[in-house]
């Protein structure tokens, strides 16, 4: 992890409030170009809203998100121009109904980017065959499984060529049988050297793609480090006790 | 209680005994009904007021065909002007900015609150406020105008309900895309909620085909009659209903084509 040159994204005190709810209180967090860090912790913990602040989906009523440096809640900032570079993956993939899988690639493509339609579909050819659905290209979003649908959902946002990739719990809404297909996608990623962000209860996931875990609840950052230390060898206690939770729930009550 | 209940049922009829019983009275009361209507009534007379073949054929070569024409394109006209300040007022009704939102509420509460009829009338007296106020297109201005007015303030709800059913997460993919908060309701929103929309519209399409017999207040000549006014003074001038009965299939041979359509339209999607 290069920790010394300047962060892609980062984040400065930020903080969050849902009415009197404080999700996010104070967060500080950076992330290097080619990282790939695993956001792990309780429901209700914060780790969605932060990922959420990232493209501003939610906007922080408090601090910064700095991305290349630049000041994303700064209201001069142009914000559907830096969420180009921002792709995002959501747990109920919410791909565009109406539109088939390339079009749910190239529609981006054509109405943001005023590409050429052939231009734009040969792009979204590629992501599909990338996510290995490249026979599904006329497939309209309800006949795909859930599977199939995150990985359209992966190459849509891939089809932007962003520098940055954020998911938000990619897999909790798969049957199970279905989780492999897309964390195998999301690991090739990984592998070709995107940035990575991943809201996750994927543990083995988190432990073999990551380069970084981040341990966030109650609002907060509670340890971060390599997956070998704060997955498997965790020094706070409410690290040790999620954990539990989440590796063996039959035994805890 | 439970235990003794199916014996005591021995006295009293079951439920589905009593029940077919009930069935075996209804049929009777209506066969009654049919066989009174078919002795008591008069029916060479109640032929000849509302089904005089003579009549049919001179009503129907005799201005229907403009009538119909006149109802249609009244309605059509409407209904497209309606669309779209409909679909304006709903997004003022979501406006960020509160006075739209007032306005919107406003100008949509009071239309849907008045008897069409009352604003058709209130519209064909305008030029008394505004002297010289004339609109183009006789007589299709004023009667697409008046319909729109109207049209617009129901549709605008529709609309909205529309809007709002599409789920957050689409505009939030559009978003996340790069698309601007426009593009997103062009592209992903307003496509989808129109698809929505369609039945409740179609629904607003047919109530406005009804309103569209209310437009003579505004102030048509007899050149401009639709089906409503058209069939009254045939019916008027031949004193036989006959007319009105012809008139009456006229706005069925609009309407029951329109319900076909969308039954096809939903089943597809």
């Known amino acids: 992890m290069p920790a010394t040159s300047e962060p892609l994204i980062a984040t400065r005190d930020l903080h969050k409030w849902f009415g009197h709810n404080h999700v996010l209180q104070g967060i500080d967090f950076a992330v290097a170009r080619g990282e790939v860090v695993c956001v792990i912790g309780p429901s209700g913990s914060g780790k969605s809203t932060l990922l959420r602040c990232l493209n501003l989906l939610e906007r922080p009523q408090r601090g910064a998100v700095l991305f290349h440096g630049e000041d994303l809640v700064d209201p001069d900032c142009d914000i559907d121009a830096v969420r180009r570079h921002i792709g995002m993956v959501f747990q109920q993939f919410n791909l565009f109904p109406l539109h088939n899988a390339l079009r749910n690639c190239t529609v981006a493509l054509i109405t943001v980017l005023g590409m050429k339609r052939a231009e734009a579909e040969h792009i979204a050819r590629a992501n599909l065959e990338r996510v290995g659905l490249a026979d599904k290209i006329d497939a309209l979003p309800a006949s795909l499984s859930g599977g199939q649908q995150q990985r359209v959902a992966i190459a849509r946002a891939l089809s932007m060529d962003p520098q940055l990739m954020l998911f938000d719990e990619p897999t909790s809404a798969l049957d199970p049988e279905l989780v492999g297909e897309v964390l195998a996608v999301m690991r090739k990623l990984a592998e070709a050297g995107m940035t990575m962000i991943v809201v996750t209860h994927e543990m083995t996931f988190a432990r073999q793609v990551a380069d970084r875990v981040v341990f966030m609840d109650d609002g907060g950052i509670v340890e971060q480090g390599p997956p070998e230390e704060v997955v498997g060898a965790p020094r706070e206690q409410r690290t040790q006790d999620f954990l539990q939770r989440v590796l063996d729930p039959v035994h805890t009550g | ?269």
């Open chain 2, 1 to 269: 209680m439970a235990g003794s209940a199916p014996r005591g049922a021995g006295r009293r009829l079951s439920p589905r005994r009593r029940a077919r019983r009930i069935r075996a009275l209804q049929y009777a009361v209506l066969v009654a009904l049919v066989v009174a209507a078919a002795l008591l009534a008069d029916w060479r007379l109640i032929g000849k007021s509302f089904f005089d073949p003579q009549l049919i054929r001179y009503t129907l070569l005799h201005g229907f065909v403009d009538a119909l024409w006149h109802t249609a394109a009244y309605t059509a006209g409407g209904f497209l002007l309606g669309l779209l300040a409909g679909t304006l007022l709903a997004l003022m009704r979501l406006s960020e900015v509160a006075p739209y939102r007032w306005l919107a509420t406003i100008y949509i509460e009071f239309f849907r609150g008045l008897p069409a009829l009352v604003v058709f009338m209130a519209f064909s007296l305008l030029p008394l406020a505004f002297s010289g106020l004339t609109l183009p297109w006789y007589p299709y201005g004023p009667a697409w105008a008046a319909l729109g007015i109207v049209g617009s303030a129901y549709m605008a709800e529709t609309i909205r309900a529309g809007i709002q059913a599409v789920p957050r997460g689409q505009v939030e993919a559009a978003r996340s895309l790069g698309m601007s908060a426009g593009q997103a309701m062009r592209k992903i929103t307003l496509p989808q909620a129109f698809r929505i929309m369609v039945p409740p519209l179609t629904n607003e399409l047919i109530m406005l085909i009804k309103d569209s017999s209310l437009v003579f207040v505004v102030g048509l000549s007899a050149s401009g009659f639709e089906l409503t006014m058209f069939g009254r003074s045939m019916a008027n001038s031949n004193v036989n209903i006959t007319p009105l009965v012809v008139a009456g299939l006229g706005y069925l041979a609009i309407t029951l084509p329109l319900s076909i359509l969308v039954r096809r339209m939903e089943a597809r999607a």
